[in-house]
């Protein structure tokens, strides 16, 4: 298949380009180096810093992969989009194009303001450049299980039945976002609804919950090939931040209480999740929405877990408590519904103490090159 991967240079947008290459499919792989350009301004930066998007895609081909094709640009401006999809004509289209922390949409009216501009402008050209280039093309785009929140009820994957005064009709299901970033999520899905029903268009969005995680079967051919890694309050997740705190020897940020409970992936498993929604599309006229977690754990079960297989491993690991800077629950009912993928094959790579261990080992290779200045930025929700 023709797979255009939009955002290649990102943290998961760069082992999805290279996985797709490996199977043999076409891929054609953009960016803007948003996500550089902001750790740069933000003086924050990956634990290692991959060549740029020509580069190590020419590290790709000498290791063996296949050719992928770059296109640096700006999702934003519709007529380099449109004319990329006009040369690609892409088969299907994964959409990582935004900018994707919660707390860079929080730290200030202008990043608040082009996390706003940023993903939604993103997201409407990418429904317009397939209308206008390649209907039938499948979009598959990276949502978040922070659209949902914490509701008291358990979470569908997307679509809820409701009852009502003796009707039936089936909804999304009710969102209610943390972070502005979160609610951009909400607003590309209720926009890609909007096209779906309007045009017809074939759409997977996938609810993802925080990946932790450094290779996967590809980027482990050549060091070079590893894909960003942040670790920082702005760009990091939160056990990738836990892991690299444990080797630094500073105390693992557990924010409140430590209750907030959220489905957790491998990064490994994030990618097998998109091969296989592009391998399985989504029908004309639909927007299928899955759950992409494989496991929910409490910010408290993640810090004893590192700290765990971190002291094993010869590191002094204390674990605080700080106060929380985002406006969430500490403390909650949790149960989101994940079973689609599986059914599709997804066959997860749990978090295991081997699993740990393996990050623990890629970080302490890295040490040196951690800035604890870099781990709390005191960006606050209110
Ligand atoms: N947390 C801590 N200490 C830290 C960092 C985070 O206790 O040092 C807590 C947060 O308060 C939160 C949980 O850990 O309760 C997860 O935080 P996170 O920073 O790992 O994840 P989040 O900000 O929600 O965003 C990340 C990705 C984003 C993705 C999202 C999935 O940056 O792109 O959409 O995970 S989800 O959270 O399910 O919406």
Known sequence: MRVLVLGADGYLGWPTAIR??????????????????????????????????HERTRIWEESGGGRIRVRIGDCCDYAFLSAVFAEFRPEAVVHYAEQPSAPFSMLDHAAASLTLRNNLQATQNVAWAVRENCPGCHIVKLGTMGVYGTPNIDIEEGWIEI??????????????????YHTTKIQDTDMLWFYVRTWGLRVTDLQQGPVYGIETDETERDERLRTIFNYDEIFGTVLNRFVVQAVAGVPLTVYGKGGQTRGYINIRDTI???ELSVANSAAAGELRIFNQVTETFSVNELAEKVARVGRARGHTVRIDHLENPRVEKEKHYYNP??????????????????????????VEENQDRIRPERILRGIKWR
């Open 20 to 53: 797709f290459s490996a199977a043999g499919h076409e891929v054609m792989a953009v960016d803007n180096y948003l996500r550089r350009d902001l750790c740069r301004k933000h003086d924050v930066e990956s634990l290692f810093t991959p060549p740029n998007l």
């Open 272 to 274: 097998r999740c998109i």
């Open 337 to 362: 519904v994940y079973s689609g993928l599986k059914e599709l094959g997804l066959d997860p790579h749990l978090l295991t103490d081997e699993v740990l261990d393996s990050m623990f080992a890629v």
């Open 163 to 180: 009852v009502h005064k003796g009707r039936r009709d089936r909804f999304l299901f009710p969102r209610q976002a943390s972070s502005f």
